[in-house]
């Protein structure tokens, strides 16, 4: 599934920062725009939130393999993963 995102900053290695159930990547703007000023920041929704698209699937292994295609999409692997509950 491609998922809707956002990029702040440049800088290795790059961090994708997963937000939580219920929640969006802009509930990561502050703390994204911050890290940005030494590294590569990617900010997804995830699967059925925000401005991604919906699915009736919504179990994890769908949400890691998501990360996954936008990861090499975006030529950032490997990459340091920040996760919020559900994230």
Do not use: C
Not at 20 to 39: I, Y
Not at 42 to 56: C, I, K, L, Q, Y
Not at 59 to 85: C, K, N, T, W, Y
Request: overall charge positive.
């Amino acid at each position: 599934m491609k998922l809707f995102y956002k990029e702040y900053g440049r800088g290795d290695p790059p961090v994708v920062i997963l937000h939580g159930l219920l929640g969006s990547g802009r509930n990561w703007h502050t703390v994204a725009n911050r890290l940005a000023q030494k590294r590569r920041i990617v900010v997804p929704d995830m699967r059925n939130h925000g401005r991604s698209p919906h699915s009736e699937n919504h179990r994890l292994v769908d949400m890691v393999e998501d990360i996954f295609e936008l990861q090499q999409d975006l030529g950032v692997l490997p990459a340091v993963i920040l996760g919020h509950s559900m994230g």
